[in-house]
């Protein structure tokens, strides 16, 4: 068996959630089935990639409208791949992959997961529909990544072809926990620091600290070099310790609802990590800087092996996105994995059905910081009911999204496809 994916980026030039699961099932599938696997995506120039389990093609990008990549050197290579396979597996959305099966005219048959509605190009959305309309209803399965999303899309209402809903998942080995980058962590987290102005190894402690210990030796802002600095650069290290808290982890962008988080965080006393990195992170910064929150920490763009040294260390995963682009949320299979209670919000899509309310985590109205508030602290006063919330998200993920699980639904949809005979 022979699978084309084709989507509109991927690895090295992107890192989203839809890259990620796609070279998941990829890999998973060559594995378990010694599939052959192909990837068709846009990149910086045209280059085929011979990967372990998997053949990447990159065609040249000369156009990006929209959030929408175009590639004219990609027509002729997906003509070129598509008389090779026995399926096409289109990632939607990606209004190019329509063009391109419409205009090709590749007589194989194909297969859309869909990850998500056109959301925000509205106007352009009135062009776009017919064609479409006519690409999904050509599709000989649509496979939502939940039922939540299938529910509540009103294009998928409009198509007529068969549907089935396939969660996506993730490779629990990929989640191996570094030690000593674990270790590095749980000693630099400190987030009653916040008040303080470090010099190497050295704190200032100043008059207003003294809230936190009444043990501290104040040493005067204009003394630098005093011995002083180091023992008491001690005594909060020692004595302040790990805390608790809670972290955001993904892009910073308009739908992901951090502007609201960022609201429901004033006034509180428990500490949040923000790790990530987008469009929006200067505006971000900026509103906890006007409204003087010492709780909220930006931790920039991180690898993977500091990100996950950082969830394991929270308390609990906060993903507040408020618009359905935020599709299903593979941050909270990530967050599952680890037993780590969530807090989400109800904007109709895998979001809830990753994180069901008052079993896996608490669920939030979008765009209400007083009512996000509200869940932040009822989950962090009561620990108990986090630790349930998180164990019974672990034995979610086991039951629900493991990997093996995707990769039989998956195969058994190109198997049904390639015995019907259809080309």
């Not at 002729?76 to 992959?97: R, S």
């Not at 570094?178 to 190894?201: A, V």
Request: hydrophobic fraction near 35%; charged fraction near 25%; include cysteine.
């Amino acid at each position: 068996m022979k699978i084309l994916h084709v989507f509109k980026s991927f690895y090295p030039y992107t890192y989203g959630g839809i890259e990620k699961f796609i070279h998941e099932l990829s890999i998973a599938t060559a594995k378990k089935y010694n599939v052959e696997i192909h990837i068709l995506a846009m990149g910086k120039e045209n280059q085929t990639i011979d990967k372990d389990f998997y053949t990447l093609h990159f065609a040249k990008t000369n156009l990006n409208i929209a959030s929408t990549t175009f590639s004219f050197s990609a027509i002729k290579k997906f003509k070129e791949l598509a008389k090779q396979v026995d399926i096409i597996h289109y990632h939607f959305p990606y209004p190019y992959a329509d063009l391109l099966q419409t205009i090709c005219r590749a007589n194989k048959p194909y297969i859309v997961t869909y990850h998500s509605d056109i959301i925000k190009q509205k106007r352009l959305m009135m062009l776009y529909k017919p064609l479409m309309k006519r690409f999904l209803n050509g599709a000989k399965y649509i496979l939502p990544t939940s039922p939540n999303y299938l529910e509540t899309s009103e294009t998928l209402r409009e198509i007529k072809v068969p549907k089935k809903v396939i969660p996506m998942s993730l490779n629990k080995s990929d989640y191996n926990i570094d030690e000593e980058n674990y270790k590095y962590w749980q000693q630099k987290l400190n987030f009653r620091d916040t008040r303080l102005r470090e010099y190497d190894n050295s704190i200032v402690i100043t008059n207003s600290d003294l809230e936190y210990s009444s043990e501290t030796t104040v040493i005067p802002d204009s003394d630098p070099e005093s011995p002083l600095y180091n023992q008491n650069y001690s005594h909060w290290k020692n004595n302040i310790g790990f805390e608790k808290f809670f972290i955001y982890i993904g892009a910073l962008r308009y739908y992901k609802g951090l502007d609201v988080l960022i609201n429901a965080m004033q006034g509180q006393d428990y500490p949040l990590v923000i790790v990530g990195d987008g469009d929006q992170k200067e505006l971000l910064e900026q509103k906890v800087k006007l409204n003087k929150l010492q709780n909220v920490k930006f931790f920039g763009a991180l690898d993977d092996k500091d990100k996950l040294s950082l969830l394991k260390l929270s308390y609990a995963l906060v993903l507040p996105s408020n618009i359905r682009t935020e599709a299903f949320g593979l941050v909270l299979l990530e967050a599952s994995m680890f037993a780590k209670p969530m807090i989400t919000c109800e904007i109709g899509t895998g979001t809830t059905f990753v994180n069901i309310n008052k079993q896996t985590g608490l669920v939030a109205k979008p765009n209400d910081s007083q009512d996000l508030a509200e869940k932040l602290k009822e989950l962090w006063q009561d620990e108990q009911k986090a630790q349930e919330y998180g164990a019974n998200a672990k034995a979610r993920f086991e039951d629900t999204f493991s990997l093996d699980k995707m990769v039989v639904s998956y195969k058994s949809v190109y198997d049904e496809v390639i015995d019907s005979g259809v080309k």
